[in-house]
């Protein structure tokens, strides 16, 4: 782990949440928009539904294997906060987000890519794009089992 600000089991309950919000269609690794792919939408669904409204994004670089990401602060959902908790998000972005978020990043894709590898997801090629399903890993498959008589 690089970063110290999310541990293992946080980074798996992002990228797990991210899949569950996508069910039941595919993603894939190709970009959502010019500024951001799976795993920035990924952490962006988990800092909103944290209380915390940002948008993560990359700066959109050809041919550059690594990215250089960036915090866009949603204001208008923060002035509607009450004061303490407006300064309480800005200080944990412009303090300790913004300098981590690299390793953030990072993390987050090497957590991803060990959950494929174990088929946590499924990883179709078709048309020579990658399409990437949940497995039945991710689901506590107990909720689903009607009870015994």
Same mark, same amino acid.
């Given at each position: ?57 990359? #700066? ?7 990215? *250089? ?7 208008? %959902?923060? $002035?509607? &906060? ?36 174990? #088929? ?7 048309? *020579? ?7 039945? %890993?991710? $689901?506590? &498959? ?8």
């Amino acid at each position: 782990m690089e970063n110290k600000i999310y541990n293992v089991e946080t980074l798996y309950e992002i990228i797990r949440d991210y899949y569950l919000s996508c069910f039941p269609h595919a993603t894939s690794y190709e970009s959502i928009t010019p500024h951001s792919n799976i795993f920035t939408a990924a952490i962006t669904n988990y800092m909103n539904k944290s209380g915390c409204p940002v948008i993560i994004k990359f #700066e959109n670089q050809k041919f550059v294997s690594t990215k *250089n990401y960036f915090i866009e602060k949603d204001l208008d %959902k923060i $002035i509607v &906060m009450p004061t303490e908790q407006q300064h309480s998000i800005i200080d944990f972005i412009d303090t300790n987000l913004t300098g981590e978020l690299t390793k953030v990043m990072s993390d987050l894709i090497a957590m991803h890519s060990w959950l494929v590898q174990d #088929e946590y997801i499924t990883k179709l090629v078709v048309n *020579n794009i990658s399409k990437m399903y949940m497995s039945s %890993k991710f $689901i506590n &498959m107990e909720k689903f089992k009607f009870p015994e008589n």
